[in-house]
């Protein structure tokens, strides 16, 4: 099977489609409900994101959003995972469905990442980590050994969590934060070291 559906015509869809050509997919299509758009990185636009339960081949869900991300995943078969060629994994790491690692993404030993995760540019995981469902952890970021990061959360781009930290479910933690104890309580973390504000 040679032929990849993305679903969300975004940036972040473009980031998969050159993932996807690097891991020789040739039939790229997308899947975006604006009907104003008609091609993504230079591939075409084939339908709405419903479109996607009837069609036939491999499948990524390309939306940045992690609660709309699960419910489409969820319905979907064929779901795969991409990682870049350029990213560095150990071979005592486990990766979900669904889940994407780009291009100078580092992730260590023994470190599980759930499905529909995201391992952006340049971010590390280190060793011994489990990274929940639905997890992004955005360009540059920096996560410790012995975490443990809940379902949905967001670590924000150039954040640095220390080692033997837990993050709940459902948290949201600021560009360039730093997390040094124990995040209990879902809501937004900004500064260094955080603090919750909503």
Not at 10 to 24: L, M, N, P, Q, T
Not at 93 to 101: A, C, D, F, L, Y
């Amino acid at each position: 099977m040679n032929r990849l559906i993305i679903i969300g015509a975004s940036g972040h869809g473009k980031v998969v489609a050159d993932i996807a050509i690097k891991k020789g997919y040739t039939d790229i299509v997308f899947l975006d409900d604006d009907a104003s758009l008609k091609e993504c990185a230079g591939y075409p636009i084939v339908g709405k994101t419903t479109d996607a339960k009837d069609m036939f081949g491999d499948k990524i869900v390309a939306i940045g959003n992690a609660d709309i991300r699960c419910e489409f995943q969820n319905q979907l078969d064929n779901i795969i995972s991409l990682i870049h060629p350029a990213a560095v994994i150990s071979r005592r790491v486990h990766i979900g469905k669904g889940t994407v690692v780009m291009a100078g993404a580092i992730i260590n030993s023994d470190t599980l990442i759930g499905d529909g995760c995201i391992i952006n540019t340049g971010a590390t995981v280190d060793h011994d980590c489990m990274i929940h469902n639905y997890v992004h952890v955005s360009v540059g970021a920096h996560v410790a050994g012995t975490c443990e990061i809940g379902n949905r959360t967001w670590v924000g781009a150039g954040s640095v969590i220390s080692n033997n930290v837990n993050i709940c479910n459902d948290c949201m933690i600021g560009a360039g934060a730093v997390v040094v104890s124990d995040l209990v309580k879902s809501g937004t973390y900004i500064g260094v070291p955080v603090k919750r504000v909503r």
